[in-house]
């Protein structure tokens, strides 16, 4: 049972554009983290968030974690190509990861 | 501080065949988690190890299997290989016994590409 829903699954854009991508559950988290993974490499961490309303900043990316901790968003502002991947979000609790279904980003030149 | 290493990159097995992966976690982490990742299923969690002991498991057949050593380092084993474990092997590895809120991030490996020919 997939228990974090991300959206959209795919994202193709132009460089220099915005784009938020959403991670939601019914359930409650101890904390979350997003990573982003490139073809063939294992996931990167970016960020982690534990506090409900917690934002969290790293250059152009925004990270937000909803008030009850069961959902989260990932916001890019002016993507670059460089911002090509696959980012996932991943929620802990119990000492358990449930993994989002993932979002594909493309950024055109 | 050194990063999850594992071993090897790549692989290719034929059918019928077993492998056995290595991963050697961050110094000071306890935990070693394992997860197979294809593009059509994402990935998937395999077994999770904390102190030589296997504390949780995913939904995979026995031929799938796993341990870890006293220094934390783990290893899967994949017996009887099938087409269909063709995969991105990660594992990866965290605190778990954490000493404050948020000690519990997963650092991933690059990664052991099996496919099975």
């Known amino acids: ?109 | 501080k050194a990063g999850v290493t594992q071993t090897p990159r790549y692989l290719i097995k034929t059918r019928g065949q077993q492998v056995t992966l290595s991963c050697s976690p961050i110094s000071g982490h306890r935990s070693v988690s394992w997860y197979q990742q294809t593009p059509g299923q994402g990935l998937q969690f395999l077994f999770e190890y904390f102190s030589e002991t296997q504390r949780n498991k995913g939904n995979f057949p026995g031929r799938f299997s796993g341990r870890q050593f006293s220094n934390s380092r783990s290893e899967m084993n994949v017996s009887t290989l099938e087409l269909g474990d063709s995969a991105l092997y990660l594992c990866a590895s965290s605190l778990k016994v954490p000493l404050q809120k948020g000690d519990t991030e997963a650092f991933f490996g690059q990664g052991t590409r099996l496919t099975v020919v």
């Open chain 1, 1 to 109: 049972t997939q228990l974090l829903e991300q959206s959209p699954q795919f994202l193709s854009i132009q460089e220099g554009e915005n784009l938020t991508v959403y991670c939601n559950s019914s359930s409650v988290f101890s904390s979350l983290q997003w990573y982003r993974q490139e073809p063939g490499e294992g996931p990167v961490l970016l960020v982690t968030v534990v506090t409900g309303g917690e934002v969290k900043k790293l250059k152009r990316l925004t990270f937000q974690f909803g008030d009850a901790r069961k959902d989260s968003s990932l916001h890019i502002t002016a993507a670059q190509p460089g911002d090509t991947g696959l980012y996932l979000c991943v929620g802990e609790r119990a000492y358990k990861y449930i993994f989002g279904t993932g979002t594909r980003l493309k950024v055109l030149a």
